[in-house]
């Protein structure tokens, strides 16, 4: 058993010592040349398009997973890339694809999330760029409808191992069945390591039904005890009448429990410690055990299990040199793989099953409870920390195998509600959703829907709605929850200021700027009466009210708030990480560009990207943000060409870890058409513009302002390719829908009113447009001033429609006076709209969706 499951890492051929990290072939490996020459005929065949992925389908024991090491091991020079995913649960795989993302040459998922660099490995595979021979092998894929979606159709080859059958309404299935006797004695000869006759091997192996794994157990048993054949065979039938007698454990060969029992009945009688062990292990997932999980969860154990723990399991895990001894007696009697160069112990998922079996109700739920607790003790304090992420990422696949939600344990819940939160904060929401709803369902039915700890799992679930976009979900779950934790645990609680600043997010997110602005305002008071003015949740807070000043207008407001936050973060010595500090930052850039001071904005962007490549790195989603937010001060600042090359490169690279729908890409593509339109490409800018637009009713919603507003952006270029007609239909409509959602004075509405007046203009609507400038006008000096860019632009626009309609006097001195306005700024000699303002152009006023 002990040969049969194994954790396989990146092996390019070109670098064969890497191959050094796989674990070593079973040297008992023996016949099933025809299954593998089969399985290399049936994955090399190439239809018209790809190769196929094939299955390896069979009852547990039977051996698929060591056939799929066999044959990663014998063809691995024929490969670039052979990667081993474990695929029994959802939340391993993604992970285990992510990890490979370094290896094609993309982010890791540090920098990019779990989810995101996962789809980015496997289009990278699809695609064959780097590599087009390589080899997935997804072992124990239980659920081909959790599963195929990961699965690349590429150039290279897929194996799959499964018990589900399933399989064969999908891909090409290769049927593994118990050896052939002949097959048997080989094994057994090479497993024992001593001369035993053709007769004996096969009587043996006739007793255990030709299992490879119960013929495993077997030999290893007789290895390490010297019992002979006979001896083993008397045991075998002893064990197998009583499980007749006791109605053996369903679902299972009765060889191979019979076999499973005549190991551990001879190992309680040497060492009851390792069947301790090897019975707390059962709870776990079959995936590899962190061998430290049992020094670090053991305190644990002592402190919170109680009258109910097992007095043994205590003293194996307070004595290191007991417990080394017992791990040494499950590797020698085959019981569990133990891996020294890991640190991890591993369980066969066929004897975990059997060993629980073997307990009663009330001892099982013993050993869940312990497990819990080893669980909980075992995991970092802050999930936030990137740094013990690897800690959390070991403990993962043993969630739901040990049946945590079941718990109620204070320790183990938070453990629970850490795992969420490093599953958000890696990146990883798929998953992070599973568990959290499983958590808020099964807390419920144990604790009521309105325990504390319900709740909570109701803000973190929160987090991940938003996370994959699904606004409206988070909006009536957060306005519900910040309900319910008012009241339960009232508005000063630490959770319930969380949620506050949570539901701030939601409200932004839907496009209900004033109403986020006005409950982060209150929340910012309530952190600092409850926190302090330091905190540095009480920082995130004025980071996202800065936010809110931003996205309703109010400029000068938002700098001096940014500015000060930043400040405050950039000088904290705990609490506040890298990324954060890089989002406070730009935002303060941001906001310095919107005030039309766009000199100070790419100083401020050029040293924050620097930051973010040194300090995060390239394709950290937050460098992204900065290096597309300093592209924008580049363009108003009239650099076109650093601006659009940094467009470019921005772009390319959200849409190679997030794929096109995502909110940045987005934002990313709005400004590359942008800064095209402004160099004069305007089919390029069309075409990037007209597809983006398309995209912003299904991620935000028909009337969310950042739709409407992208929409503006739109019109321009079809009024600058000729079709004036539709510009103007485009922008009534949005201004229409945009006056309805965030009023008439907001700059998203002026900057399209601006727009529409010069659309009036040119369809001779002369009058139209000089009363809508007019109106426009007043409002942006009485919002943002005379000497705004807003208000510049709108001004000289102004004065073209005045000399139009006769009143030359009147446009003469507008005009004369947005010139010197203009000759004020330490740049007036590059800007696009002075350049344009000068030559008695029309200036356009396009649009940026800042993050949510």
Same mark, same amino acid.
Request: with cysteine; net charge negative; glycine share 6%.
């Given at each position: 058993? #002990? ?13 064969p ?10 040297r008992n490996f ?60 959802r ?78 309404? /999908?891909?090409?299935t ?54 002979s ?34 190991? @551990? ?19 776990f ?13 053991g ?5 919170g299990?109680?009258?109910?723990a097992?007095?043994l ?12 001894k ?22 066969? /998922? ?20 312990e ?8 995991a ?7 740094t ?5 990422e ?13 718990s109620t ?5 938070? %453990? ?15 998953? #992070? ?17 309105r ?10 679930? =929160?987090?991940?709605?938003?996370g ?44 209900? %700027? ?7 305002e ?12 330091a ?6 807070v ?16 938002a700098r ?31 906001v ?8 100070? $904005?790419?100083?401020l ?12 790195g ?13 592209s ?56 990037v ?37 539709t $510009?103007r239909?485009?922008?009534? $409509? ?19 009113? @601006? ?12 009058? =139209? ?28 626009n ?9 009143a030359?006097?009147? $446009? ?17 000699? @590059? ?10 152009l029309?200036?356009?006023?396009d %649009? ?5």
């Open positions: 058993m #002990a040969e049969l499951s194994h954790t396989v890492n990146a092996v390019p051929e070109r670098s010592e890497v191959w050094e990290k796989v674990p070593p072939r079973n023996t016949g099933r040349e025809e299954l593998l020459t089969r399985l290399r005929r049936g994955i090399s065949t190439v239809t018209a398009v790809v190769p196929q992925p094939q299955a390896l389908q069979g009852l547990g024991g039977v051996g698929k997973t060591h056939l799929a090491i066999e044959y990663a091991w014998r063809y691995r020079s024929h490969y670039d890339l052979v990667w081993w995913i474990p695929a029994d649960q939340v391993l795989v993604p992970s285990a694809l992510a990890m490979m993302a370094p290896h094609l040459g993309l982010p890791s998922a540090a920098t990019t999330g779990v989810e995101e660099a996962a789809e980015a490995v496997r289009r990278a595979l699809q695609s064959g760029e780097p590599y087009r021979r390589w080899l997935l092998i997804f072992d124990n894929a239980e659920d081909p409808a959790r599963i195929e979606e990961f699965i690349p159709l590429g150039p290279g080859h897929v194996l799959i191992t499964s018990r589900n059958p399933d399989w064969e309404d /999908r891909f090409e290769l049927q593994v069945d118990v050896f052939e006797r002949e097959e048997s004695v080989e094994f057994l000869r090479r497993r024992l390591r001593r001369e035993i006759s053709d007769q004996d091997a096969s009587r043996l192996a006739e007793k255990l039904g030709d299992l490879p794994l119960a013929l495993e157990q077997a030999g290893a048993l007789q290895y390490e005890t010297g019992m054949v006979d001896e083993y065979i008397e045991q075998l039938e002893e064990q197998a009448g009583r499980l007749l007698g006791a109605n053996k454990a369903s679902g299972y060969p009765l060889s191979m429990t019979a076999a499973w029992q005549v190991s @551990v009945s001879m190992l309680q009688d040497r060492l009851p410690e390792a069947v301790r062990i090897l019975r707390c292990c059962a709870f997932g079959p995936e590899p055990i962190p061998r430290d999980i049992f020094r670090r969860g305190r644990t154990i002592g402190r299990a109680g009258e109910k097992d007095p399991l205590s003293a194996i895990l307070s004595d290191p040199i007991l417990l080394t017992a791990l040494s007696e499950l590797r020698r009697f085959a019981l569990a793989r133990i891996e020294p160069e890991t640190r991890t112990i591993q369980v066969h /998922r066929l004897v975990q099953a059997l060993l629980r079996d073997g307990l009663s109700g009330e001892e099982q739920r013993t050993a869940r409870r497990v819990h607790l080893l669980l909980a003790g075992g970092p304090a802050d999930p936030d920390d990137s013990r992420w690897r800690l959390f070991e403990l993962v696949g043993h969630v739901a195998p040990s049946e945590l939600a079941e344990e204070p320790v183990v819940r938070r %453990f629970a509600l850490n795992i969420v939160r490093y599953l958000y904060q890696a990146g990883n929401y798929q998953s #992070a959703l599973t568990f959290s709803e499983d958590f808020i369902g099964r807390w419920s039915e144990n604790s009521g829907p325990h504390p700890d319900v709740l909570v799992a109701r803000k973190h679930l =929160g987090n991940v709605l938003r994959l976009g699904r606004y409206a979900e988070d909006y009536e779950l957060g306005r519900e929850t910040l309900e319910l934790m008012r009241e339960v645990l009232g508005p000063q609680h630490p959770e319930t200021l969380s949620m506050t600043n949570t539901f701030g997010a939601a409200l932004r997110a839907r496009g209900e %700027f004033m109403r986020a602005r006005e409950l982060d209150e929340s910012r008071q309530a952190h600092e009466q409850a926190l302090g003015p905190h540095p949740s009480t920082l995130r004025m980071n996202n009210l800065a936010l809110d000043y931003g996205l309703t207008s109010d400029y000068m407001l001096r708030l940014q500015q000060e936050t930043y400040l405050e973060q950039s000088d904290a010595t705990q609490g506040i990480s890298k990324s954060s500090l890089l989002l406070s930052w730009n935002g303060l850039a941001r310095v560009r919107l005030c039309g001071d766009y000199a100070e $904005a790419c100083d962007g050029d040293e924050a990207h620097a930051y973010g490549v040194q300090e995060l390239p394709d950290h989603p937050v460098t992204l943000l900065t290096a597309k937010d300093l924008i001060a580049r363009r108003r600042a009239g650099d076109l060409a650093e601006a659009l090359d940094m467009a470019r490169d921005a772009h390319a690279r959200f849409q190679r870890l997030f794929g096109d729908e995502h909110p940045d890409t987005m934002a990313a593509a709005v400004n590359l058409s942008n800064v095209l339109r402004t160099t004069g490409e305007l089919d390029e800018a069309f075409a513009a007209h597809e983006t637009v398309l995209r912003y009713p299904r991620v935000y919603g028909e009337d969310h302002p950042y739709t409407q507003a992208c929409r503006s952006n739109l019109a321009i270029l079809y009024r600058l390719r000729g079709d004036a007609e $510009a239909a485009v922008n009534e $409509a949005a201004l229409e829908r945009l006056t309805a959602t965030v009023g008439r004075t907001h700059n998203y509405s002026l900057a399209c009113a @601006v727009n529409l007046a010069t659309d009036l203009a040119l369809l001779g609507e002369t009058a =139209g447009a000089r009363e809508l400038g007019e109106d426009t006008l007043e409002r942006l000096h009485a919002l943002f001033g005379e000497e705004h860019y807003l208000s510049l632009l709108c001004a000289a102004l004065s073209l429609d005045l000399r139009a309609a006769g030359e006097k009147e $446009a003469e001195r507008l005009r004369t006076e947005t010139l010197e306005r203009y000759g004020r700024s330490p740049l007036s000699s @590059v800007q696009p709209d002075i350049l344009a303002a000068v030559a008695g029309r200036i356009d006023t %649009f940026d969706p800042p993050p949510i």
